[in-house]
């Protein structure tokens, strides 16, 4: 990760077709693009690599998560379970429906935590939301069977997990709907852009014309298409679309790159004692995208990122003290600073956040470190780096 390291002829030629048609709009215009619709490809590409039914294009993974839940009807005052560990879009995408996030724990998964997420569960309770950080997943059996147990939809944010599997299933697919993110830094990139997977009919057709202002997308008259309800605009265009699909058909030869850079920097840190591996569900098959491990504190995980810049050892995060990934440093969200009125129902639901801690979430994020794995290292700067990062984790301990 990311797809960008490895740029090339693949995605120019993808790109010039629509530049030399001139269609940068994914729907109609059939006369003049000369047989290429690239966002269309892309959807079916993603549906045959990840297994799902449907797959609806977006304009980013923010947006994949908005769309998503409004296809399944997630509103004002619903209460959305997500973990303290993500990215800030994801509460962004629901407070956008005036829904509120109800941010529970994660565990060694370094994601949702399916104990923490039966605690908090409501009779305002509409939906549960695992987000598969740094390439690797939550215990999907587990989730699926509290969201049977009390009928709430689940929804995969796989945005940070394209391409891991689990039990032979595609991330994304697995969930009622599932959400991704092609946006500059993702493991397959389209600059921005995002999609809802799913294999309910009714949620893609949802999807589909929410996406695109509520257009029925009936016949090839544009100009004809009705309402059956009100949409907003989330669409993709066809330039990025063009880059997507060409990097969607090099995903394989991605994960397969990660994987084997990774495996060097693993097997080289499993020699030191006391690190610890992040926690993948029995059946998972990670992206690769990044090496999560454990240190035995947070003073620990301190002292080795410290350590980590003094060698020029780049990319690697411990993320206590992030303020785009967890939850600690969200001041914006625990003061509610928005641009606009908030309902009475959100700022009653969101009271929480301003007082409650989560000592689970710190304990797994304190000792964590994350190190990204990238696509353009040669096999003798992984060797290197990973060496090196053996002697600044020994040289703190
Ligand atoms: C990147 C990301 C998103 C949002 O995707 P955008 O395409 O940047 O809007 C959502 N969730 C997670 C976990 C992400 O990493």
Redesign the pocket.
């Known amino acids: 990760m990311p797809g960008f390291e490895l740029f090339g002829d693949k995605e120019r030629k993808e790109l010039n077709d629509v530049l030399d048609n001139g269609v940068l709009m994914r729907y109609g215009f059939d006369g003049m693009r000369k047989g290429h619709w690239k966002a269309k490809a892309l959807e079916t590409e993603l549906e045959n690599q990840l297994q799902v039914k449907h797959a609806q294009l977006v304009s980013?993974?923010?947006?994949?998560?908005s769309v998503a839940m409004v296809s399944a009807g997630i509103g004002a005052g619903d209460e959305v379970i997500m973990p303290t560990f993500?990215?800030v879009?994801?509460f962004e995408?629901i407070m956008m429906l005036g829904a509120i996030p109800v941010l529970v724990d994660i565990d060694d998964t370094l994601t949702l935590c399916p104990k923490a997420v039966e605690n908090a569960i409501t009779s305002k309770t509409k939906a549960v939301m695992p987000?598969?950080?740094c390439g690797s997943m939550a215990n999907l059996e587990a989730l699926q069977a509290i969201c049977r147990k009390h009928n709430l939809i689940l929804i995969e944010?796989s945005?940070?997990a394209t391409g891991a599997t689990y039990k032979g299933k595609p991330l994304g697919s697995i969930g009622d709907l599932g959400?991704l993110?092609?946006?500059?830094?993702?493991i397959i990139t389209a600059g921005?852009?995002?999609a809802v997977l799913t294999n309910n009919e009714t949620y893609y057709k949802h999807a589909d014309h929410y996406s695109d202002h509520g257009h029925d997308h009936k016949g090839n008259d544009r100009g004809a298409e009705t309402h059956p309800f009100l949409g907003y605009n989330f669409r993709i265009s066809e330039l990025h679309a063009a880059v997507g699909l060409a990097q969607l058909r090099r995903l394989d030869e991605f994960v397969a790159i990660q994987k084997k850079n990774y495996t060097i920097i693993r097997e080289a840190l499993s020699q030191i004692p006391e690190v610890t591996f992040r926690t993948v569900p029995e059946g998972g098959e990670e992206s690769y995208s990044f090496l999560s491990f454990f240190l035995p504190d947070l003073e620990t995980s301190r002292k080795v990122i410290q350590a980590f810049k003094e060698n020029s050892i780049d990319a690697c995060w411990n993320y206590y003290d992030n303020n785009w990934h967890y939850i600690r440093k969200w001041e914006h969200l625990k003061t509610l600073k928005t641009l606009y009125p908030l309902s009475t129902e959100v700022k009653e639901g969101l009271e929480y956040v301003k007082s409650q801690t989560f000592e689970q979430s710190d304990h797994y994020i304190g000792r964590n470190i994350s190190c990204l794995i990238k696509l353009s290292w040669t096999e003798e700067e992984v060797i290197k780096r990973a060496n090196k990062m053996v002697k600044a984790i020994t040289s703190v301990l």
């Open positions: 980013s993974g923010t947006a994949a998560v993500t990215f879009a994801s995408a987000v598969h950080m944010d945005s940070q959400c993110s092609l946006d500059f830094v993702k921005e852009g995002g």
